[in-house]
């Protein structure tokens, strides 16, 4: 693989590939369901997708890095918020996920279903 940086394809797809927690790899170690990347008919890179029980864990650190702070010391209002990007993003739907995002939150199942349960509502009246 060209190593990163030296060519304009693995420097567009980077930024998306760290945030979903993928991998970049050189296109003759790409796996069947690893995605090759070409340029003018070159393969250039191959991108290893991450398994979903790892993008979660993923989401949250890249949520946790544009709100600057821990994700547990932010107030109610702004958790509300990141449950609501977290359900428009599938995180629910992942085993566990309510509780990971519960712990990482600072705040109880309760609370996350609360605020699950507050969005339904509000898109409900809408």
Known sequence: MT????????DAV???VDAMGGE??????????????????EQVVAVRLPHI????DHILADLE?????????LDRKEKQTVVRIL???GAFSVRH??????????????????YLNRE???KGSE
């Not at 190593?3 to 693995?10: Q, Y």
């Not at 890095?65 to 010391?73: I, N, S, Y």
């Not at 990971?100 to 609360?114: E, I, K």
């Open 3 to 10: 190593a990163p940086g030296s060519h304009p394809l693995v």
């Open 14 to 16: 980077k930024p998306l």
């Open 24 to 41: 970049m790899v050189p296109p003759d170690a790409a796996r069947g369901d690893d995605v090759v990347l070409s340029w003018e008919g």
């Open 53 to 56: 029980a790892d993008s979660l």
């Open 65 to 73: 890095r544009r709100q600057g702070r821990p994700l547990a010391a």
């Open 87 to 89: 359900e428009e993003r």
């Open 97 to 114: 996920g309510v509780e990971t995002v519960a712990s990482a939150l600072g705040v109880s199942r309760f609370t996350v279903y609360n």
């Open 120 to 122: 339904n509502a509000a």
